[in-house]
């Protein structure tokens, strides 16, 4: 089953990598990318344009700080 997100995402549509990240990751293994990972715990807003989904250390990272900050009182 492919990503819920492949309609919206501008990542299989890119020209370039975007069939290699499709193959890869949006047809039936989006659990394992990184944007995924931050559209799923923050939400699309949060997933930047940037993100590539091999990039998990990059996705744990705004998972981590979007936390802290919201651990800061206010
Ligand atoms: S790049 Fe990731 S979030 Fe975007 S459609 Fe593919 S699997 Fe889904």
Known sequence: MPCM???R???PLDEGVGPIYQ???CQDNWDGCARWA???TL???QVP???RPNMG???EQIIVRAGQQDDEPA
Do not use: H, M, Q, T
Request: glycine share 4%; proline share 10%.
């Open 49 to 51: 344009k940037w993100l």
């Open 57 to 59: 250390v990059e996705a």
């Open 43 to 45: 939400g699309p807003a």
């Open 9 to 11: 995402c501008p990542i």
């Open 23 to 25: 193959k890869r990751y």
């Open 38 to 40: 931050v559209f799923s």
């Open 5 to 7: 997100n492949i309609d």
